[in-house]
């Protein structure tokens, strides 16, 4: 991923913030829906667990990276109402189940399958969240060095890319610390890494 992506998924200083309405809102695991691709707000993502597995295979990820991700991302309500709500209130709000922003999606799509798709669908289909996220996560693996120092394994260091971009991604790689959003998102990446791996094995 280019350096001028290098914040295109979730803002420098962290994620977009919420407004009053917050994820923690509507309590209780909604339903499934007769559509698999259409989101419910504050949706466990377990729910997406076939095409997370799915498109992480195709992208040659860890399908456990690509599930733990959405839970760290589902810290914000993906109704579509409510994303394109907030978007006028902050017109550079990430969209989708992944939380991505409209340069991310831009870039990752270019000569794949989902090239004719548009950012502006993200809220409305998750597959092609899940499927966009997938294959950001794998153009990060290209940048990542042979070797890196610190304690981080792969998975961890594509992860903080994800958040912090893959400038940061690579000088975390080099032995940079990490601000406390980026060190934040990581402990919840931790936390999240065996419930993602209990949700995969409802694909």
Same mark, same amino acid.
């Given at each position: 991923?280019?350096?001028? /992506? ?46 997370? #597995?799915?498109? #992480? ?11 733990? /991700? ?22 550079? #709000?990430? $969209? ?8 991310? $999606? ?5 000569? @794949?399958? $989902? #090239?004719? @798709? ?53 000088? $975390? ?14 402990? @919840? ?15």
């Amino acid at each position: 991923m280019a350096a001028a /992506v290098v914040c295109a998924l979730t803002s420098c200083s962290g994620h977009d913030p919420a407004p009053a309405s917050s994820p923690a809102a509507g309590a209780g695991t909604p339903s499934p829906s007769a559509d698999p691709g259409k989101p419910r707000a504050n949706e466990d993502p377990s729910h997406y667990a076939a095409p997370v #597995a799915k498109y #992480a295979a195709q992208a040659g990820i860890h399908p456990q990276l690509l599930m733990a /991700v959405l839970y760290n991302e589902s810290y914000k309500p993906h109704d579509p109402d409510f994303q394109r709500a907030w978007q006028k209130i902050k017109p550079d #709000a990430a $969209f989708g189940i992944a939380n991505m922003h409209k340069a991310a $999606f831009d870039e990752t799509k270019q000569g @794949r399958d $989902f #090239a004719h @798709r548009d950012w502006q669908e993200l809220p409305d289909d998750t597959n092609l969240a899940v499927e966009a996220a997938a294959w950001f996560l794998h153009d990060l693996a290209g940048q990542l060095p042979d070797h890196w120092s610190g304690s981080y394994t792969k998975d961890e260091l594509l992860a903080l890319g994800y958040n912090a971009g893959g400038g940061n991604m690579a000088a $975390f790689a080099r032995g940079a610390k990490p601000g406390a959003d980026a060190q934040t998102y990581l402990d @919840r990446l931790r936390t999240n890494w065996s419930t993602a791996a209990a949700a995969l094995k409802k694909s």
